[in-house]
């Protein structure tokens, strides 16, 4: 006999771009999923009685956005998961994600769509007023010249890494975090300022180190902050030629594959 665990559904990938049609433009991409037993029945017997279409959530979240004036994606989670419980008693959880699409400003009425790290957050509401919520940026990528090494590590027969003193350094990093109030949120671009500032100031002997030390620096300056983790990895690129005149002076290539896996989580 089989053993149910776990059901969902939902709607990924919505695309939501939201302006006033003059200077505000509100661009993300949001995922939802349903949860609860009422919807058991679909899954077991082929009874969609209580089933909301996949269809009908992807014009639930646009005529929710059409209505949100703001700018943040906790926010706009938020609103979407109270009305979707409001709208439908038989969803025993909600749970949201939402992904930052970057736009820059070019005039008053004209963007430029861009690359680089985003904003990202989660929400989740319980039929019982339960909230969990994660905020984070994903896709930062930070290189510095000088200012990390990596020494002293197991040597065996195993090893071919050479030990390295003052090399440079590329990472690609995402960061999340929680916040210890939902009301009083920690500002996610003040959070990126100081990790790409600790990550230039800090000489650091691993990037173990380095992340660590971002992450307490992070925990000193947001009192709003209760957790911060981070998964990164190692995207240092390999050398191609090194001048003979001076070893310094390099050209580098971009890595091949496999690259090293770095993560860490604190809390206050």
Known sequence: MAELLKIGYGKEAVS???????????????????????????????????????????????????????????????????????TYPQAARIELTAREVLFARRSEQSFQSVGGDYGVAELALDRDGTLEHRSGREGLRLMKLTGSSFEGFVRDEYTTLPESRDRPLFVHLDFHWRNTDFRSRADGDAIRDSLTATFAAFDSASIQELVHEMGVKVLDAFPEVAEISFDGQNRLWDTAQVSEADERVRVYTDPRPPYGHIELTLKR
């Open 16 to 86: 939501v771009y939201r302006t006033d049609g003059v200077r505000t433009l509100f661009a993300a991409e949001v995922g939802m999923t349903a949860r609860g037993e009422a919807f058991l029945p679909s899954y077991t017997e082929g009874d969609n009685t209580v089933v909301v279409a996949t269809d009908s959530m992807k014009n639930f979240i646009h005529m929710t956005a059409l209505e949100y004036e703001a700018a943040s994606l906790e926010g706009f989670l938020e609103l979407l998961a109270r009305r979707f419980m409001d």
